[in-house]
């Protein structure tokens, strides 16, 4: 399986971000309107589907005052096979439109997420991970007869297990988490405040409205702007609102019209952010290619000058043809850079400085200079 860990290539062509009508919600049932949908064109799914979470009775607190807990119809069926024919129908009608480098995610309970990843690996669905969404302010257990349940699971996966090229923006999660690799247990508070939606009664519009900070991660993790993104079960719109202003296009299916009504209303009140903002993260491996000599025939570095290391220990002659004289050694700025330490290998970008009025600068930062005006063009 082959993975692109970077996003979009910055030789590829720019992304057109869309307008206001690139987010959208088809109120129906989601098997069947996905069908409508051509084969192999969505980039992302994210489905946040009933748990069936079993409840009998009214869930109260120690003080008999009631917990809002979710009673709602559509979190109700009939047996686990029935459950389980449900997830089957989903999950395929998914697969169908999802590009052969698309991925899928899919947040669950301990009620329901064993049985929904077991579906997907018996319809060729590929793993990649299980994130744990660790919650920061987790509703108590009442009774006081079992933990309290402070996660949620999900279940990151490829279309299949040959699936090539599926985004994974490996570098920009590392990049925002301190040069570190992000870990598979997120630390994120439950949806509270002026981001939880509610109706005119002051209670809440869906009972399980996830938090804008989970669906960004997801998003930003394994997808790219213009990317179109799914979800079979909108709800209040989180993935739709949360698509917007990060430049994905969306589609979101939802059969409640109440919901449907509040997300419609909820997404359109978002503005996109600024395009510079979106930009796919881009490494030294994706960019545009600036030889040495490019420096100098820009002027940049004429002839003659003088390279040093940063503790100016050793010095280099550039020479008119773009090669580098340590003493009476030629070559490039990475072998020259070698043999001044001595080494089998060298970066000479990152090795090799000019000496400016304001001190020593990079040859790197240079040819950053000419990346940007690239870019820019």
């Known amino acids: 399986m ?10 590829a062509p720019r992304t057109k971000f869309e307008s206001e009508s690139s987010a959208r919600i088809v109120v129906g049932d989601c098997v069947a309107e996905m069908s409508k949908l051509p084969a192999g064109s969505v980039d992302l799914v994210f489905a946040d589907p009933p748990y069936n979470l079993q409840l009998k009775g009214e869930l109260k607190r120690p003080d008999e005052s009631h917990v809002d807990a979710v ?27 999802m590009k052969p480098s698309a991925t ?12 929904v990843g077991a579906i997907m690996q018996d319809l060729g669905f ?3 991970n299980d994130i744990v969404w660790r919650k920061t302010n987790p509703m108590p257990n009442f009774r006081g007869r079992r933990f309290t349940n402070a996660h949620e699971t999900m279940i990151w996966a490829a279309r299949d297990e040959k699936a090539k090229g599926y985004t994974f923006n490996y570098e ?7 040069d ?25 519009v869906h009972p399980t409205q996830k938090p804008e900070g989970l669906l960004a991660r997801v998003l ?6 213009g990317d179109l993104v799914i979800d079979p079960f909108n709800g209040t719109g989180t993935t739709g609102a949360v698509a917007k202003r990060l430049g994905r296009r969306y589609i979101g299916f939802e059969r409640d019209k109440t919901y449907a009504k509040a997300a419609e209303a909820r997404i359109a009140a978002i503005e996109p952010l600024p395009e510079a903002t979106l930009a796919p993260f881009m490494t030294a491996r994706d960019a545009p290619r600036v030889a040495f000599s490019e420096l100098i025939e820009r002027g940049m570095i004429p002839p003659g000058t003088k390279l040093v290391d940063s503790k100016k220990r050793h010095g280099a002659l550039v020479r008119a043809d773009g090669a580098i004289m340590l003493g009476d050694k030629v070559g490039s700025i990475h072998r020259m850079g070698a043999v001044a330490q001595g080494s089998e290998a060298c970066n000479g970008w990152t090795f090799w400085h000019v000496e400016t009025k304001n001190g020593l600068r990079l040859i790197d930062e240079l040819r950053a200079e000419i990346r940007s005006e690239m870019a820019a063009g």
């Open 104 to 115: 899928l995610w899919v947040i669950g309970s301990y009620h329901n997420i064993f049985r």
């Open 2 to 11: 082959v993975v692109s860990r970077r996003g979009a290539s910055a030789r």
């Open 172 to 178: 920009a999660l590392k990049a925002a988490n301190e």
């Open 71 to 97: 009673n709602n119809d559509w979190d109700k069926f009939s047996s686990f096979a029935a459950y389980d024919d449900f997830t089957r129908a989903w999950l395929l009608a998914c697969r169908r439109v």
């Open 220 to 225: 930003l993790s394994s997808s790219k702007p």
């Open 126 to 128: 590929w793993v990649l």
């Open 180 to 204: 570190v690799q992000a870990r598979s247990d997120w630390l994120i508070p439950l949806c509270t405040g002026d981001e939880r939606l509610k109706g005119t009664d002051g209670k809440k």
